[in-house]
């Protein structure tokens, strides 16, 4: 065969993929036919058994195309950093960054996700097996990463966990009818549950917060404020959170804080426009069992570091100070947000 009728081959196929995905999104594949994916290609129904013998394998074959694409966009994002614990966030932020660039890829491939396919030996189902172990196994390399390097308990087995964190992000990106009229019911955003999720799944792997693996290195291995901003700006847009105002910064700032940091105790004493004020406890940082102990002062400024950088990110006509610290004696970290040059 020639290159050029290869490419023509490549092309077709790559239409009625492209057909069978927007179908199974806007219909669902159990209402899926393979006339409609047909009449949407623009190729005679004969056409499509040339490359799929059946719907469940072309169902397959989305499924991979998919996951395929969703893998480079993860790899990209975790090459991007050096440690463990940062490309498992670079992980978890791809794949938000993924369901929300193009909604109608994540809604077939939620839709997708229901199907058992059983045909093992069928050449779709191989390729859709090999994308999905492909995730799973860069997620344990990354888990493996952060054990050798004291991040990540090491009780932890990297492979069954890199299989669950898929499983648990998929719904908590996707929550099933149930869970949504739930949250609906007690007034939680989707925004929040999702942080909740992605806080639960960092905590019980992780030995520390991020931030204090970052405050325990030396300021010569601490990353610069730009790389910190990076990762900031990208969860922040990867998750669409508004930062208009203080009342906007506000709320992003509580979910940004508990997937960097863990998760606190917030009392706001003052929230306008304008700026907020809120007293924090229950701070993952600073565990009050180490109370008694010397703190090395790059943990104390830590905090300080990370507040102002990611305030400045959302939004930089605003700052961030903290006066009272749970670090240096005070019962509460009172943290302050406002306008850098109020009118």
């Given at each position: 065969?020639?290159?050029?009728?290869?490419r023509?081959?490549?092309?077709?196929k790559?239409?009625?993929?492209?057909a069978?995905?927007?179908?199974?999104?806007?219909k669902?594949?159990?209402?899926?036919?393979?006339?409609?994916?047909a009449?949407?290609?623009?190729?005679?129904?004969?056409t499509?058994?040339?490359?799929?013998?059946?719907?469940?394998?072309?169902?397959?074959?989305?499924?991979?195309w998919?996951?395929?694409?969703?893998?480079?966009?993860?790899?990209?994002k975790?090459?991007?950093?050096?440690?463990g614990?940062?490309?498992i966030?670079?992980?978890?932020?791809a794949?938000?960054?993924?369901?929300?660039?193009?909604?109608?890829?994540?809604?077939a491939?939620?839709?997708?996700?229901?199907?058992?396919?059983?045909?093992?030996e069928d050449?779709?189902?191989?390729?859709?097996?090999?994308?999905?172990?492909?995730?799973?196994?860069?997620?344990?390399?990354?888990?493996?990463?952060g054990i050798?390097?004291?991040?990540?308990?090491?009780?932890?087995?990297?492979?069954?966990?890199s299989?669950?964190?898929?499983m648990?992000?998929t719904?908590?990106f996707?929550?099933?009818?149930?869970?949504?009229?739930?949250?609906?019911?007690?007034?939680?955003?989707?925004?929040?549950?999702?942080?909740?999720?992605?806080?639960?799944?960092?905590?019980?792997?992780?030995?520390?917060?991020?931030?204090?693996?970052e405050?325990?290195?030396s300021?010569?291995?601490?990353?610069?404020?730009?790389?910190?901003?990076?990762?900031?700006k990208?969860?922040?847009?990867?998750?669409?959170?508004?930062?208009?105002?203080?009342?906007?910064i506000?709320?992003s700032?509580?979910?940004?804080?508990?997937?960097?940091?863990?998760?606190?105790e917030?009392?706001?004493?003052?929230?306008?426009?304008?700026?907020?004020?809120?007293?924090?406890?229950?701070c993952?940082?600073?565990?009050?069992?180490?109370?008694?102990?010397?703190?090395?002062?790059?943990?104390?400024?830590?905090?300080?570091?990370?507040s102002?950088?990611l305030?400045?990110?959302?939004?930089?006509?605003?700052?961030?100070?903290?006066?009272e610290?749970?670090?240096?004696?005070?019962?509460?970290?009172?943290?302050?947000?406002?306008?850098?040059?109020?009118?």
């Amino acid at each position: 065969m020639t290159t050029r009728m290869e490419r023509k081959k490549e092309e077709k196929k790559e239409a009625i993929l492209d057909a069978a995905e927007a179908i199974i999104a806007e219909k669902g594949f159990r209402y899926m036919t393979m006339d409609q994916v047909a009449n949407a290609a623009d190729v005679a129904k004969g056409t499509l058994y040339l490359y799929f013998k059946n719907k469940i394998s072309l169902c397959a074959a989305v499924d991979a195309w998919i996951n395929k694409e969703l893998n480079h966009l993860i790899e990209g994002k975790m090459d991007k950093y050096n440690t463990g614990s940062e490309k498992i966030v670079a992980a978890g932020t791809a794949t938000v960054e993924f369901s929300l660039k193009d909604p109608q890829k994540w809604k077939a491939a939620t839709e997708l996700y229901q199907i058992k396919f059983k045909d093992t030996e069928d050449p779709n189902v191989q390729e859709f097996l090999h994308e999905v172990n492909q995730m799973i196994q860069m997620l344990a390399d990354a888990y493996r990463q952060g054990i050798s390097e004291g991040t990540i308990w090491e009780e932890l087995d990297p492979l069954p966990t890199s299989i669950y964190v898929r499983m648990a992000l998929t719904n908590a990106f996707t929550p099933t009818h149930e869970q949504k009229m739930l949250l609906e019911l007690n007034d939680i955003s989707q925004e929040h549950y999702l942080a909740v999720a992605w806080n639960l799944l960092n905590r019980s792997t992780h030995v520390k917060s991020s931030i204090r693996e970052e405050s325990e290195k030396s300021l010569e291995e601490q990353r610069s404020p730009k790389e910190i901003k990076k990762e900031i700006k990208e969860m922040a847009d990867s998750l669409g959170l508004n930062a208009g105002n203080a009342l906007e910064i506000l709320d992003s700032w509580k979910i940004l804080s508990q997937i960097i940091m863990g998760k606190f105790e917030y009392n706001t004493i003052e929230a306008t426009e304008e700026k907020f004020m809120v007293h924090v406890r229950g701070c993952p940082v600073f565990n009050p069992y180490e109370k008694g102990n010397s703190f090395n002062i790059n943990m104390i400024e830590g905090c300080q570091r990370y507040s102002r950088i990611l305030v400045e990110t959302l939004n930089p006509k605003y700052t961030a100070r903290i006066n009272e610290r749970m670090c240096k004696g005070d019962d509460y970290c009172e943290v302050i947000v406002e306008l850098k040059n109020p009118d």
